[in-house]
């Protein structure tokens, strides 16, 4: 009976030992995923947090631009067509150069001595046109600044 005894010993310890392993193996099972949800968990509220961050305030520019062309070239656009390109250019540099902000152009200029009809419509939404009073073409900047 002893022999047999022993063998029955063996078999409930083998099943013993096999139970222990698996309990372990599962805890650190566990463990190991309960730790790489919370790695994974940092990483989704670092995310999101980027997206609540407060948007930076937009730099706000003004720029102005003095322009005046003859009475025949504001009248005919073929005979204006290179100071229509010159103004087409430096529209779309500023909108360029200052995409990063709210950009305000004003095209500050004379009565009927202005191209600004000629431009791409694109271009006549974001400018707004400043005629001031008949002046020497030479003065004008000079009265707009007062």
């Given at each position: 009976m002893s022999a047999e005894h022993n063998t029955r010993r063996k078999v409930m310890h083998f099943i013993f030992l096999q139970m222990a392993l698996l309990q372990e193996i599962s805890r650190v099972a566990t463990r190991y995923t309960k730790l790489m949800f919370f790695y994974q968990i940092n990483r989704i509220i670092n995310l999101f947090k980027e997206i609540e961050a407060p948007k930076k305030e937009r730099p706000k520019?003004?720029?102005?631009?003095?322009?005046?062309?003859?009475?025949e070239e504001s009248n005919n656009p073929e005979k204006g067509a290179a100071k229509i390109e010159r103004l087409r250019h430096t529209i779309d540099g500023l909108l360029?150069?200052?995409a990063h902000g709210d950009l305000t152009i004003t095209i500050q200029t004379l009565p009927n001595r202005h191209i600004t009809?000629?431009?791409p419509e694109y271009q006549i939404k974001c400018i707004q046109i400043q005629e001031g009073p008949e002046c020497d073409p030479m003065f004008v900047e000079f009265r707009f600044q007062e």
């Open positions: 520019v003004f720029a102005a631009v003095e322009h005046i062309t003859s009475v360029t150069s200052f009809a000629y431009l």
